[in-house]
């Protein structure tokens, strides 16, 4: 049985930013968040350029070569970004989250750098496909911080890895698509605030994908909007 995508995608510039540094993109085959960093006019180029690197996967690609053109994209939104800070050494510092997942309708291919994330919301249960690239993660993973004290943590912010111009790993992730799944795509203007279980809950809740990302983001700005924020709700249905 050959799949689609459902999906819709909302951002917001939060309450306390003074402009919005994150980008998406989100089409039938490919989905993509990014949270820019550097500061002001920096984050947006950052996030842009990377969205523009990669909306060229927005279209069937075999499931043998969806890795390869993941790969590929993602270097050359880093070359881009490399490029501008060349020409420009006031960029240096900028830099970019990303996290996409391509889709053919038989096979979802995924890619993270940074602190967006995705979600699979299968048979009613959430699970977060990406692992954050961040100083608190780091420590949980040393067992030297709990999960749960991570929210308060001084450094909660600080990110270990993004697309910035330089050589960077990817995680790259192979998901078997189901009818019936929903894909969670988001920026920490989102994670930062709502818990996973509200996630979950809310994901569950709300069948139109447009409906459930409006709520999403309408529950980071009553948690205080610190933050942009965006997300992409991406639905997994039977082809007609």
Same mark, same amino acid.
């Given at each position: 049985?050959?799949?689609? /995508? ?29 949270? %820019?960093?550097? %500061? ?22 075999? *499931? ?30 900028? %830099? *970019? ?45 040393? %067992?030297? /911080? ?13 990110? *270990? ?33 709502? *818990? ?45």
């Amino acid at each position: 049985m050959t799949l689609q /995508l459902r999906w819709a995608a909302v951002t917001d510039q939060g309450h306390v930013r003074s402009n919005n540094e994150d980008c998406h993109y989100a089409g039938d085959h490919l989905l993509v968040v990014c949270d %820019g960093m550097g %500061g002001m006019a920096a984050g947006d180029l950052a996030s842009r350029l990377a969205i523009e690197a990669m909306v060229s996967l927005d279209a069937p690609i075999p *499931t043998d070569l969806q890795m390869d053109a993941l790969h590929r994209a993602l270097e050359v939104a880093n070359g881009r970004i490399a490029e501008q800070v060349a020409a420009d050494p006031s960029l240096q510092g900028m %830099g *970019t989250t990303l996290t996409a997942v391509l889709f053919n309708g038989e096979r979802a291919a995924m890619a993270h750098v940074g602190d967006s994330r995705a979600y699979l919301l299968r048979d009613g249960r959430l699970n977060q496909l990406t692992k954050d690239d961040t100083y608190v993660q780091m420590l949980i993973d040393q %067992g030297l /911080l709990k999960p749960e004290e991570a929210a308060g943590h001084p450094r909660r912010a600080v990110v *270990t890895r993004v697309l910035q111009g330089e050589p960077v790993t990817p995680a790259y992730v192979i998901v078997e698509p189901q009818e019936g799944d929903r894909w969670l795509l988001c920026s920490d203007g989102l994670t930062g605030v709502v *818990t996973d279980a509200t996630l979950e809950q809310e994901l569950r809740a709300i069948p139109d994908p447009k409906s459930c990302s409006e709520r999403l983001v309408d529950l980071a700005l009553r948690g205080g909007g610190p933050d942009n924020v965006t997300v992409v709700v991406a639905d997994v249905t039977a082809a007609v």
